[in-house]
């Protein structure tokens, strides 16, 4: 597996996390609960935007990981 392929693969899980995490926050009563939720929903969206960076870097740099 190319590095642009483990990149866009690991973004696909954050991206599955994230939508966990937002299920999850919908569900719990527990306002603790929810603000911890909410953090981790913050902290994936940085990850997310760094890695979707990092692949624009890569495929710039190495044209054959562009996606059509």
Request: glycine fraction near 4%; hydrophobic fraction near 35%.
């Amino acid at each position: 597996m190319t590095v642009g392929a483990s990149v866009k693969q690991t973004l696909a899980n954050l991206k599955g996390a994230q939508g966990t995490l937002r299920t999850y926050s919908i569900k719990v009563q527990d306002e603790s609960a929810r603000s911890i939720y909410a953090e981790a929903l913050m902290t994936t969206n940085k990850v997310i935007d760094d890695l979707n960076k990092r692949l624009k870097t890569i495929e710039l740099e190495e044209p054959q990981y562009r996606a059509y």
